[in-house]
């Protein structure tokens, strides 16, 4: 994700993401029962179940609260991994509640006994498993669901959340991302889950490691559109008038890159590289101001293809946000920018279309092991809209890092080493140019050469896949062909920042306390 700044200074971004809903009250969407599986996802296979409890002779226990991130320790949930969500909202205005329901297919990794959804406000109504009531607890952020029956070890399980929802949800924090949640339009509104923003929405297993595909079916007034990841499998006009969009997100999905967006909505359709389907999504009365920067996506595909190989998802567009956030965000196959950027000057909106649609390759297909590790993230998507920008009328790629090299040392006693943040830190300056600053290090120690092979290994093998810090520092010194552990682990966990190849003459400012 990217923020937008006036005037603009080095841009920081962060990022953002949802789950399964079918309603089941009288005043639910009609129509919403679900059947599992009925749309393609992909190719992506889920998980063979695993042996029996009997087999297995593990007795019931709780599934964890978290799965034991440093930085956000209740983040995700142990004990089950989710297949499938399918979400239904059955959307009434701008911030005002509606009836919602999750349904969220999973198989157990234990005997469990009870196991935990990350799910924050919103009015509960009723939560059943395999069709079953089942008790809840509200701790926190915490769902806690105890089955009528513990669920064996292997077993493959159904639970149906249905509440209702509070599209006026929103948090703060006091980085780059600013507010996220539910974020109001006009007439609609547009998703900001990142960083763990989704609990929010609907009941997820919310972590940037865990991904599940997502089917959504989303009910509007007339004359509202609705849009999510992935692609629009069905539109149904309900006998009352109301309008039933069903989309499938293809894709395997992180809860905080899960899109929901209605709207007053044109749908702008072209072609990226190799017939790969863009659509964009823009409020009615921005369609002719943006179309000139939109139209910039296919050239942007090109260019990132050059570097890290094809595109790794089905399809991409770009949903324009009629808000006044000055956020950018990589929601999956559809970033999200701020009409301000799109409405400015080249330079910067060209920056954030870049930043965005990179972070499909590092960071929404090669995903992150743990929070700690978003400097792969953040950094690759600030490390090439840098160098895009380098050529196309921004501030020269060397003079860039040149500057963040300056200001490393501070960044590095404020907000902690790149690969090393605190929580309250996690989207600050240092994961965006001051991680750029280490993958350009590594490019002037590696040579351009190693470094693009490097670069398009990492997306290759990791694609799909989570993968951490370790990870990275492996594969590259496999590339380069030599240990590159010492040259990294200072950049990345250091108290003070290493001298720059081929730069003798770069100095770090000193640190004000």
Same mark, same amino acid.
């Given at each position: ?21 079918? =309603? ?18 992909? +190719? ?42 399918? =979400? ?21 990794? !234990? ?42 070890? +292997? ?13 006026? !949800? ?104 190799? +017939? ?31 570097? =890290? ?64 590790? =978003? ?20 501030? +020269? ?12 040392? !501070? ?103």
């Amino acid at each position: 994700m990217e923020i937008t700044t006036a005037p603009r200074a080095p841009r920081l971004r962060s990022r953002r993401t949802v789950l399964t809903l079918a =309603l089941t009250s009288a005043a639910g969407i009609t129509g919403a029962a679900v059947l599992l599986g009925a749309l393609p996802y992909g +190719g992506h296979r889920s998980p063979a179940p695993g042996p029996s409890a009997a087999a297995s002779g593990a007795a019931p226990s709780p599934g964890a609260a978290g799965i034991g991130d440093p930085l956000q320790p209740l983040a995700g949930n142990g004990g089950y991994t989710v297949r499938h969500y399918t =979400l239904a909202f059955d959307w009434r205005a701008p911030r005002t509640p509606f009836d919602a329901a999750a349904t969220i297919s999973a198989t157990a990794t !234990q005997a469990l006994s009870r196991f935990d959804l990350d799910f924050a406000g919103n009015t509960l109504r009723t939560v059943t498993v395999d069709g079953a009531p089942a008790r809840t607890v509200r701790d926190g952020d915490e769902l806690v669901i105890t089955p009528a029956r513990p669920i064996p070890h +292997g077993r493959t399980f159904t639970v149906r959340v249905a509440y209702t929802a509070d599209p006026t !949800q929103q948090r703060h924090r006091g980085d780059a991302v600013a507010d996220y949640g539910w974020m109001p339009t006009p007439d609609g509104t547009v998703l900001y889950a990142q960083p763990d923003g989704a609990k929010m929405i609907f009941p997820a297993n919310d972590h940037p490691s865990l991904r599940a595909p997502v089917t959504f079916r989303v009910t509007t007034p007339p004359g509202l559109s609705a849009v999510a990841n992935g692609r629009l499998v069905e539109r149904v006009r309900q006998p009352n008038g109301r309008v039933r969009w069903t989309y499938d997100s293809e894709e395997p999905v992180a809860a905080q890159l899960v899109q929901v967006a209605i709207g007053k909505f044109t749908f702008v359709d072209s072609t990226g590289p190799r +017939g790969l389907p863009v659509r964009d999504v823009v409020p009615d009365d921005l369609v002719t101001g943006t179309e000139a920067y939109r139209s910039l996506t296919p050239e942007h595909l090109a260019w990132l293809e050059r570097r =890290l190989g094809p595109y790794p998802f089905r399809r991409y567009g770009v949903l324009v946000g009629d808000t006044d956030l000055p956020v950018a965000l990589e929601t999956q196959s559809l970033s999200v920018l701020p009409r301000a950027d799109l409405l400015g000057d080249l330079v910067g909106a060209e920056r954030n279309l870049v930043h965005e649609l990179t972070h499909h390759w590092t960071g929404d297909s090669v995903a992150i092991r743990r929070w700690s590790d =978003l400097w792969l993230s953040e950094g690759h998507a600030q490390f090439y809209e840098r160098l895009y920008s380098d050529t196309h009328g921004g501030a +020269g790629m060397e003079a860039a890092m040149r500057a963040a090299y300056e200001q490393h040392d !501070q960044w590095r006693h404020d907000d902690g080493a790149p690969a090393e943040p605190t929580e309250p830190a996690l989207f600050r300056q240092m994961r965006y140019d001051g991680s750029a600053l280490v993958l350009y290090a590594l490019r002037e120690e590696v040579g351009e050469e190693t470094f693009g092979r490097i670069e398009r290994s990492w997306v290759a093998r990791y694609r799909e896949r989570a993968a951490g810090t370790a990870d990275f520092v492996a594969l590259a010194s496999e590339v380069a062909g030599k240990d590159l552990k010492p040259f990294l682990t200072p950049w990345l966990y250091g108290a003070h920042t290493p001298p720059m190849p081929g730069h003798p003459d770069w100095r770090t400012d000193p640190v004000e306390e």
